[in-house]
Structure formats: structure tokens, C-alpha cells
């Protein structure tokens, strides 16, 4: 099976195991185009053609596997080609097909993850991965509305634990709630992506994720939600955590060559 498919199987598997993935929740979508051969790619197509609801120009000859619609993380963890499907994009960049490996119809999520992926490749960005899911105490979060301003949580986060700015160093972008599904939260998901952050908040929903391949997007969330465990247990613990120093996070952007 291709290694990145594969790999969308082990994350699926990961995030049925910290709660974070409930019946159908979430979606993973990976541009997979470089790692198909020829033969592969010029299969006919076992349906469609379906329209995205979108041009999106820079997908033209791209390929995708995108989870099923309707289908459990927990079950793609065990059967990755049963549970989601191989896209071709049509030449007219409106509408995909199904190649392999069976009639799974993609996430209904389809048109806003395959908007990020155009605009990625516009940016000529080396990210191939989309992921969204319902990381619990980052959820949490959100159910405040202090939370939602902008690098409030991220400023926050970082200064858990060092890790946190090391391996998300671009934060936590914030997203106010809106319809899931909708073409709102997909453009204003590009905007805070473009704005450059990696990882971008759903009020009261979840995040969207970003990065060169699946694993990589799933540890930028994992890392963040690690920091919100910390800060909620330092509460619990009856104490508002002091949070390393803004000299200490200096100290580690310089030790680790991050930005801001
Ligand atoms: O696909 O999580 O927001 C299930 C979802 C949609
Ligand atoms: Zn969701």
C-alpha cells in the first residue's frame, strides 16, 4: 500500500484512541499525486465524473485520498482502502472521480479540505496533508471567548511546556464558529493559514490542521493539545500556571532558530 496511506492509518487509529475522532468525526484528505506510477495513475475510473462544487486550477491532474463520507476513523485505522478512496481531479478542475480501491464517496468536507489543497499548491507550499479532528481540551478552549482573541491561547500554550513553541511554531490560529461544512469556515480557514499558522481553531468544533504529510499535522495538534492538558491540570490542581518567562521563550525561539 502507498507509504502515505498507510500512514493516514495510523494517525486515524491515534485519534480514535485520545477521543478525539467520536462515530464519523473528522477528516483527512492527502495530495498523493507524486506518489502514484503511471499505471496507476491512468486507471479508469470506477465512478464519477462528480462535481467538487469548485473550480480549484491548481488541482488540475492531482490526486487525493480523502476519508469516506460518513465513515469511522476507527474503521480506516484497520481499513484504509475500505473506508476512504483515491481521487482523480478532471481535467476541467470542477469535478473528481473515483479510481481506487472501491465506490467510497469522499468526506463531505470534500470542497473546503480540496480549497486548501489549491491554495497550497498556489503558494507553491510543500504541504500535502489536511487533517480535522476534535482534540478535547483545545476544544474546550474555545467555549470562551477569551480564548478566541488573537495568540491569546497561543501565547499561552507555548509557555506550558518548551516543546509546545518548538514543534508548533507558528501557533494556533483562531476561527469563529461557524456552519461545518460551510464555504465561510473553508475561506476562513485559508485566511488564518495564509495569516501563517499551520494549526487553525474551529470555535467549538475542532481543528484543521496542515503540514507535509499526515503525521507531521497530527503531532503539530498533538503537541498543542498536550499544552491545554497541562494548563487544565495545573488548574485542577487549584493554582492559574505561571507559564515560562517571555525571556525563557526568547531563550528558546533563539536555541531552536524559530520565528517571532
Ligand atoms: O466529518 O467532523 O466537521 C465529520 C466532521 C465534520
Ligand atoms: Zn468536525
Redesign the pocket.
Known sequence: MIKQIQQVAEVAGYLWQKGWAER????ITVNITDELDADMKSRPAIAGPFAIGLTLPYLKGCFFYAKGTGRRMRDLAREPMQNGAIIRICDDCAHYEIIADEVVMP???LPSHLSVHNYLIAKGSPYKASL?T?PIELVALTHSQKWMEKDVATKVLWSMIPETKAFCPRGLGMVPYML??SVELADATIKTIDDNYDVVMWEK??VFAVDVDIMSAFDQVDVLNKAALIYIASRALGHEPEGMSDEQLAEMSKAFNLPK
Open positions: 464519523n468525526g473528522g477528516n468526506t463531505s468536507e480535522h476534535h461545518p461544512g468544533h475542532g
